[in-house]
């Protein structure tokens, strides 16, 4: 009992810290971006400027993770579900990461069943994954990068797909461990997993809960992520 | 492609940079007309001399100040914007309790800082979408027109099926308003059998017990909570079917767990200290009414019954030796606020004063005899009625500052106004054994139910001369009165004068003086607007 209560206290200290930081880190890309927008056209591209957004998108998702791990621990993570337009919602996603595809030269595309135009989940969480996978999609990507919705079996399926080397193969065997949580090993791919298996079991129906699958393939030939939502 | 670019915008944030940074995004994005606000009670007078289009509206704009939340309430509550209008939550995170005390006026989108342009312009052109095509649904909302807003759900839905997940919510307020109480149960039954949505649950839940079906309403909330631990609207409805149970031990624990969640509610602050104070829990009473007066000083939902409550909850705390400087200080500020902010309400303003003495007694009686004084000439000649909870605190507190009279008499009118309801027969036994006033509603109060019984059987002539023989009792009882009032009308025509009309009118007007608290308010009013024709 006592070690359980210094075990929350630490990773309350770290969980309040992480808060600050993200709030930091806003501030930081907020005054970049103001700054970038009075420097002369020719002077805001470059190699450099790629490397800060896309850093700066990947310090940002860490900490949303970070704090959302945090929330899970304690309980406190709330469900909110709600009615989502999908385009819209993948859409969004995308913009957010606009200036990185650019600077990286990675065409991102997306695709959704016309007959089944809204989805049924948590917006703040699914895009706290989709933020995440997008990130590390975009690391391995060579050039292209699409997101797949569609319907299988009554259940909503989002899929991330990359033209990059994929998975290596002992992961894709081991997923399961990584979703439980029993690979700690791995860096921040591996608590990527087990967040989104979380955040995808939280989503139930009728006693069926979601859940996430890693492969290679696809459409695009690189890693596949998918995220099943009942 | 469908354009917000000709629209008007408001941006709403209290930091500059950020002002300037969005502006310039959407200068960027080709939008000319932008306006800007640094605080909330700024926008909300922005908006009632310009409808906007978009509203881009940051959550918290510094301690002490309103919040976004608030800003929206407030909008909402007094109409300054449409329905068309695009209301978007900026956040610097998807803070909890920020995102749950939203269950009622929810933002049309939440938008997380940072966002870069493209961000920004994807959401602005979706949002315009949205509304576009539930443009007929959202014209029929600023109409407050609900069979309007049936009517444009199922062409929606006829249009294209697909949609009818957005209709859903819009359905089910409509019904609501109209009073469709089957059709809305089926509809949340159908809605919560295909998928859990929490406001089905709360909605549901609600119904069942405005119809008094208590116990289905329990298990609605039970089942809710089970699904969604998280919201605190459940909670509310949970501890409001605890209380109806008699069980307000139970309704405050329920509260507390809401609270937890979800610390920024100014009314569910107030109850839990109501509750707490029923409870003798004055510990948990004043930190709960502190925290109703804090929040409530920005919200529209200030409630002075909130100071009163904080500082009758301090008193009942002290200890026999008095009150120490701090806690006196602390009651001082909060009835102060009470008095200066409700200069022409006499209630208010003798209930202030008796608090005031009442923590002075033991510690200041000069000052507490002086005050009590003022209240008594107040008194002396109030028309307004208290409610039956205020009036009881009155008489005790009168009582306690040795002016047992004057207690008496408050009792006396509290059960001419109340005495046929037991509850509040059950308090006022509390206060005294004069059998003169425990007895004095029961001849009238069984009139007004042979009263009633006559009126179901139609014949209106016999139920009237029982009604007046009830008031003639009791001429300020609230509830013969309406009753009086009613048969009155029934069958007459109010535009022409007669004789009914006149004594309609006059005990109507007698028991205007009711507090718009009161349950049967309401029902006063729809009287009222038959009788006098508003």
């Known amino acids: 009992m006592n070690q359980d209560e210094q075990a929350l206290d630490f990773s309350t200290v770290i969980a309040s810290t992480v808060h600050d930081m993200k709030n930091s880190l806003a501030m930081l890309m907020q005054a970049h971006s103001q700054w970038l927008a009075r420097l002369p056209e020719a002077q805001r591209q470059g190699p450099e400027q790629g490397v800060i957004d896309f850093e700066f998108a990947h310090l940002n998702g860490m900490l949303v993770q970070l704090l959302g791990l945090y929330k899970l621990g304690v309980n406190q993570m709330p469900l909110q579900p709600a009615y989502h337009e999908l385009d819209d919602f993948i859409e969004a996603?995308?913009?957010?990461?606009?200036?990185?595809?650019?600077?990286?030269?990675?065409?991102?595309?997306?695709?959704?069943?016309?007959?089944?135009?809204?989805?049924?989940?948590?917006?703040?969480?699914?895009?706290?994954?989709l933020g995440n996978c997008i990130n590390n999609a975009i690391r391995y990507a060579r050039e292209s990068l699409l997101i797949t919705v569609s319907d299988e079996a009554g259940q909503l399926v989002l899929s991330i797909n990359d033209d990059g080397d994929g998975y290596p193969a002992e992961m894709l065997e081991r997923q399961s461990d990584y979703v439980q949580g029993i690979n700690h090993s791995s860096g921040s791919t591996g608590l990527g997993l087990y967040f989104a298996g979380r955040i995808a079991a939280l989503h139930q129906r009728n006693g069926v809960g979601g859940r996430t699958e890693i492969r290679n393939g696809?459409?695009?030939?690189?890693?596949?992520?998918?995220?099943?939502?009942? | 492609m469908l354009s917000y670019h000709q629209k008007s915008f408001l941006i709403v944030d209290d930091f500059s940079d950020f002002r300037s940074s969005v502006r310039s995004m959407l200068r960027e994005l080709g939008v000319k007309d932008v306006d800007t606000a640094d605080t909330g009670e700024q926008a909300l007078k922005m908006c009632a001399q310009k409808s906007y289009d978009f509203i881009l509206q940051d959550f918290h704009l510094g301690d002490g100040k309103k919040n976004g939340q608030q800003v929206l309430e407030d909008l909402m509550m007094e109409k300054l914007i449409s329905h068309e209008a695009v209301f978007v939550m900026v956040t610097a995170e998807t803070s909890q309790a920020m995102v749950l005390s939203a269950l009622e006026h929810e933002p049309d989108a939440y938008l997380t800082k940072p966002f870069n342009r493209s961000g920004l312009a994807q959401r602005l052109e979706r949002l315009e979408q949205r509304k576009t095509l539930l443009k007929p649904i959202l014209q029929a909302l600023d109409r407050g027109k609900p069979v309007e807003v049936l009517n444009a759900c199922i062409a929606l839905c006829k249009q294209d099926i697909r949609y009818s997940p957005l209709c859903l919510r819009y359905r089910a307020d409509a019904l609501r308003d109209m009073n469709q109480n089957e059709a809305l149960e089926r509809l949340y039954d159908s809605i919560i059998a295909d998928r859990p949505l929490p406001w089905a649950f709360a909605g549901l839940g609600k119904l069942l017990f405005k119809r008094g079906q208590v116990s289905q309403a329990k298990g609605v909330y039970e089942k809710a909570l089970k699904v969604f631990p998280m919201m605190p609207a459940l909670y509310d409805g949970m501890a409001d079917v605890l209380v109806a149970e008699g069980d307000t031990k139970g309704a405050q624990q329920v509260l507390e767990e809401a609270i937890r969640l979800s610390p920024l509610a100014v009314r569910r602050q107030a109850l839990l200290g109501k509750l707490a104070m029923a409870n003798e829990d004055f510990e948990t009473a004043s930190r709960a009414y502190r925290q109703a007066v804090n929040q409530g000083a920005q919200s529209r939902f200030k409630d002075p019954e909130s100071n009163l409550g904080l500082a009758h909850a301090l008193i009942s705390k002290g200890s026999e030796r008095g009150l120490d400087t701090r806690t006196r200080l602390e009651i001082n500020t909060t009835l102060s606020a009470v008095a200066k902010e409700n200069p022409t309400d006499p209630g208010l303003q003798i209930r202030a004063r008796l608090m005031k003495a009442t923590s002075l007694l033991l510690n200041d009686a000069e000052t507490a005899e002086k005050l009590t004084e003022q209240a008594l000439m107040r008194l002396d000649g109030m028309e307004q009625f208290m409610s039956p909870e205020a009036a009881l605190l009155v008489a005790k507190q009168l009582q306690m500052l040795g002016q047992a009279e004057a207690g008496t008499s408050m009792l006396k009118s509290c059960a001419e106004i109340y005495g046929d309801d037991p509850t509040v027969m059950k308090d006022i036994a509390k206060l005294t054994d004069d059998p003169t006033i425990l007895s004095s509603s029961n001849a009238a109060a069984d009139l007004n139910r042979q009263g009633v019984r006559v009126y179901k059987t139609g014949n209106l002539v016999e139920a009237r001369e029982v009604f007046r023989k009830a008031l003639k009792m009791q001429p300020k009882n609230i509830s013969i009165a309406l009753n009086m009032a009613q048969s009155l009308l029934h069958g007459t025509d109010t535009n022409v004068p007669s004789a009914e009309l006149e004594e309609c009118r006059a005990c109507l007007k007698l028991v205007g003086m009711m507090p718009d608290t009161d349950a049967r308010y309401p029902r006063y009013q729809k009287l009222k607007s038959k009788a006098f024709g508003e």
């Open chain 1, 93 to 129: 996603q995308l913009a957010a990461h606009q200036e990185v595809f650019a600077s990286r030269g990675i065409i991102a595309t997306y695709e959704v069943d016309p007959l089944s135009p809204l989805g049924f989940f948590d917006r703040e969480l699914i895009a706290s994954v």
């Open chain 1, 218 to 230: 696809g459409p695009l030939g690189g890693g596949v992520f998918s995220i099943y939502l009942p």
